[in-house]
C-alpha cells in the first residue's frame, strides 16, 4: 500500500509540474493573439481597396492578362499549404490537412496532377512521412508571419503560373488552402483558387466573399497603359492574398493553442483531483490495516498471557 501511495504523490507531482507548462502556454498565446488579430485587421483594408482596384481594371480595361486567362483543358495544379510551426494546437494542422486532402482529391477527380508547396513544418512533417513529393516549403514564421516572406511565396507561385504549358514546373491553377479566423471559438479551414485570378472582396472582419454586383466601381484613367497596369497590380494583389492568409492563419493557430491549452490544463485539474482522492484513500487503508494489526497483536499476546497463567 505504501508503495501505491508513493506512486500516486510521483503522479500528482508530475501532473502539477505539467500543469504549470500547459497554464504558461496557454498565457503566452492570449497575450499574442491580440496583436495577431490587430494585424489581421491592420491589413484588412488594404487587401479590400486592393481587390476593387484590380477588379475595376479587369472589368473594364478588356485586356487578355496570362493573370487571368485560363486554360481550356488545365492539367496541373499547384496547392499551397498553411500549416503550423509548432504543435500543442489541437487539430488546427490536422484539419487544414484534411481540407487540402478533400481539395486534392476533387483536383485528381478532374483529371489534374498536383504540384504542392507548404508553409510550415507541421505540413512538412506530414508530406515527408508519407513520402509525399513537395515542391518547395516555407517555414520558422507561422505565429508572427511577414509581407517579405508572403511576397517570396507569392513570386514562387507566380513563376510557376507563368512557366508555358509543358515546361518543368507549370501549372495552370493555383489553390491557396489555410485556417480563416472567424472568432476566437471558431477557425475554419478554407480552400480558394489565386489563379487564374478570382477577384474576391475581404472584409474586414477577415471573410472573403466575392464583391457585390451592385458595387459601384472607381473608374481609373490607365497610364501608361491598362497592360502595364495589371502587371504591377496583380502580382501584388496575389502576395497581398497570400499574407492576408498567414495572418489569419496566425490568429486562428493562437486561438486554437489557447483553447487547447486551457482545456489540458483544466484536465491536469481533475487528474490532480482524481489522484489526490485516490491517494488519501490508500492512505486511509494503510491506516486502517496498520490499527488492525496492531489491535490484532494485542489480543493475541493478551490471549497468550491468559493462557499462561
Known sequence: MAVSLREYRARIK?????KKITRAMELI??????????????AAPYARELTRAVSA?????????????????????AVLIVTSDRGLAGAYSAN???EAERLAEKLRSEGKEI??????????AYYKFRQRPVVRS????????????????GAALIESFLK??????????????YTRFRSMLTQEPTAVRLLPLEVVEAEEGGSAERPDPSDVLPLYEFEPSAEAVLDGLL?????????FALLQAAASELAARQKAMKSATDNADELIKKYTRIANQARQAGITQEISEIVGGVNALADANSGSE
Not at 14 to 18: I, R
Not at 164 to 177: S, T
Open 29 to 42: 498565446a492570449a497575450s499574442r493573439i491580440i496583436k495577431a488579430q490587430q494585424r489581421a485587421q491592420a
Open 14 to 18: 508530475s501532473t502539477e509540474s505539467m
Open 138 to 153: 516555407w517555414t520558422g514564421f507561422s505565429d508572427q508571419p511577414s509581407y517579405d516572406v508572403a511576397a517570396e511565396v
Open 164 to 177: 508555358q504549358q509543358g515546361e518543368e514546373g507549370d501549372v495552370d491553377e493555383v489553390h491557396l488552402v
Open 57 to 77: 481594371v479587369a472589368t473594364f480595361s478588356n485586356v487578355d492578362h496570362p493573370l487571368t486567362r485560363e486554360e481550356e483543358n488545365p492539367k496541373r495544379a
Open 115 to 124: 504540384d504542392t508547396y507548404i508553409c510550415g513544418r507541421k505540413g512538412e
Open 96 to 98: 487544414v490537412l484534411k
Open 235 to 243: 502580382p501584388q494583389y496575389v502576395q497581398s492574398r497570400v499574407f
